[in-house]
């Protein structure tokens, strides 16, 4: 128990200081825009994630729901194997997998949906059926693959050939509790639904895209964990069927999904939470070595972060963790252009929901997307109002602000280079441009 208690003591180490220590990158900013406007639905995913940030903040909600699914997983795993030992070594390896860290840290959809999926896999497991409805219903709210513990379910009960009376309460519990996405919906041209069947599986994929999604997960679920995930699925204990298809359906179905389209590799991250609890019951070996492979790339990743040394020419990693903060000078205008006043600019522009989101986190601007922008939120919001004679921002990466919106303005002003760098590192180049005088 030991080693356990190591391991979740490093991993709460590192979520504290990854949390404290990197700015709100562009989808945590995304999300706390939504959370702005609550609803019951928005164009990328089901409203859970904008509910918690509107109530706890952005950080908050990571750490509290990582804690949460770290400690539902303990329960979890105490109850499958009626001891402590095992419960402790399926929390502490869950506490160090890159995905579950991840989620626990920067507050994403999978935040939420982490947390609800392991209570109502608990709650199945167990029949208790009012709480597996309400868990369930909260996972949907989440995340639409929430869908796949009610197929992990199923499964479990075909094998079985017996479906038990109480299941239908569960499933209504469900339904009633992801009625507000389906009338979001319904009020929006089933928007969420079509973009995520189009991200999901539209696009062009093929083995070499297969080849990536499996790279994906020897990082973010573990080199050796995820192996252990397929043997635990193949050949674990007989008992643990509904569990071991809650960790298939996920890599089964985004598997897929990666031959014919460029995914995400966090997408099937919740199969890891039952995979974690199956090798709590396998030999201490493999545990070790699976929680030791994760922690060595936890430290390595964190250390870079946090400490980088390692120069590479396009640092994804840094540049999503750091420099956005800067943004925070747009909030005072006239030290970017004399004669400039913050309660003269009506809206700043960006040529993505990513960058827009940065800007309205840190500068508190009222802000919208522009130009070739990948449809977003943005595009369901109502466009903001810019009266005749007042200003604008356009904040860029370098583009130039788009015609159609420099012809809205009398003149347009810039750019101002605003640097973010950081431990010596640029990581950000930001061009701010000053649109001036609407016309009417």
């Excluded at 609550?38 to 089901?46: A, S």
């Excluded at 947390?115 to 409805?133: H, Q």
């Excluded at 004679?389 to 919106?405: F, I």
Aim: glycine content about 10%.
């Amino acid at each position: 128990m030991t080693f356990s208690l190591v391991l979740l003591a490093v991993s709460l180490g590192v979520r504290l200081v990854l949390g404290l220590g990197t700015d709100v990158y562009f989808d945590e900013a995304y999300y706390w825009q939504w959370a702005q406007h609550l609803d019951g639905g928005y164009y990328d995913h089901p409203p859970l994630v904008a509910w918690l940030i509107a109530v706890l903040g952005v950080r908050l909600t990571a750490l509290l729901c990582g804690a949460g699914t770290v400690a539902a997983v303990w329960g979890f795993a105490r109850d499958v194997y009626g001891q402590r030992e095992a419960a402790w070594r399926a929390a502490a390896l869950w506490s160090v997998v890159p995905a579950g860290i991840l989620a626990g840290v920067w507050a994403t959809p999978d935040t939420p949906l982490l947390l609800c999926w392991v209570l109502a896999l608990w709650a199945l497991y167990r029949e208790r059926w009012v709480l597996a409805g309400l868990a369930c219903g909260l996972a949907l709210l989440s995340k639409y693959p929430g869908v796949l513990l009610a197929a992990a379910f199923v499964a479990a009960c075909v094998r079985a050939r017996r479906l038990p009376a109480g299941a239908w309460l569960t499933a209504l519990l469900g339904v009633l509790l992801f009625l507000p996405v389906v009338l979001w919906n319904a009020r929006n041209d089933w928007v969420g639904f079509a973009f995520q069947l189009k991200h999901g599986l539209g696009g062009t994929g093929g083995w070499r895209t297969f080849g990536e999604f499996l790279a994906g997960q020897l990082a973010l679920g573990g080199a050796v964990l995820f192996p252990l995930t397929a043997v635990y699925v193949l050949r674990g204990p007989r008992e643990q069927f509904l569990l071991r298809a809650a960790a298939a359906a996920p890599l089964l179905l985004f598997g897929y999904a990666a031959i014919r389209t460029r995914g995400e590799a966090n997408w099937p991250a919740a199969a890891y939470l039952s995979a974690c609890v199956g090798v709590a019951g396998m030999r201490p070996g493999w545990f070790r070595a699976a929680a030791l492979a994760n922690v060595a790339v936890v430290l390595a990743v964190t250390s870079h972060i946090l400490f980088p040394v390692l120069r590479f020419e396009r640092d994804v990693i840094l540049m999503r963790t750091h420099g956005w903060a800067e943004l925070s000078r747009l909030g005072e205008p006239s030290k970017l252009f004399p004669g400039l006043k913050r309660d003269e600019v009506a809206v700043a522009y960006a040529p993505s929901y990513q960058l827009a989101s940065e800007v309205a986190y840190y500068s508190r601007f009222t802000t919208d997307t522009a130009g070739q922008a990948r449809r977003s939120q943005y595009d369901l919001w109502a466009e903001p109002g810019v009266s005749p004679g007042r200003d604008a921002l356009w904040v860029s990466n370098g583009e130039t602000p788009p015609e159609e919106l420099t012809a809205r303005f009398s003149s347009v002003e810039g750019p101002v280079e605003l640097p973010a760098d950081f431990r010596g590192r640029r990581v950000h180049t930001y061009s701010v441009w000053w649109l001036r005088d609407a016309k009417p």
